[in-house]
């Protein structure tokens, strides 16, 4: 990606960004934070990208090509393991949710070696939920019931009355 944000590894592949405060992100996003990401794809390159997630929560990657000829990129997510988890070929967009079994830098792959000639503009975006302060779900609240609609109807009449009052 040709942004001040990013500079490549050496190998001239991977990108790191330049926002992220601890070496070991260095090429990742923000862990906590939804990110999204417009980059252009080289003719005959692929581009990848790392997220950091933790077990149990949950990472959804969406993607659309808005640019270039043929409109249409390979696309790769592998776990920190090396395990390939989503491989889509030559799609235009595309949503995956992915659930980590294990914690680490997932990494996202755009691929665009099939074309010679055409370039891509490829827009991202990586949600992550559950990996903050709502881990617990509802197990958190031990003991608290939700109101049943009776409150809510109460409430919707009491409104009611009153603006007859008033009229």
Not at 20 to 39: G, H, I, M
Not at 111 to 119: M, Q, V
Not at 136 to 165: A, Q
Request: aromatic share 12%.
């Amino acid at each position: 990606p040709g942004h001040s944000l990013f500079s490549p590894f050496p190998s001239g592949r991977h990108y790191r960004t330049l926002r992220v405060k601890t070496n070991r992100l260095k090429n990742s996003f923000y862990p906590q934070a939804d990110s999204e990401f417009t980059f252009l794809l080289p003719a005959g390159r692929s581009e990848c990208f790392f997220q950091s997630a933790i077990k149990n929560g949950t990472m959804e990657v969406e993607y659309q090509v808005i640019a270039g000829a043929g409109m249409d990129v390979d696309v790769t997510i592998v776990s920190p393991k090396g395990v390939q988890l989503v491989y889509e070929s030559r799609r235009s967009d595309g949503v995956h949710v992915v659930e980590p079994t294990e914690e680490g830098d997932y990494e996202i792959c755009f691929d665009n070696s099939f074309s010679r000639f055409s370039e891509k503009m490829v827009f991202f975006e990586i949600i992550i939920e559950g990996q903050g302060g709502d881990v617990g779900g509802d197990d958190e609240w031990p003991g608290l019931e939700e109101p049943d609609g009776s409150l809510l109807e109460y409430k919707l009449e009491d409104i009611r009355v009153r603006c007859m009052f008033w009229t």
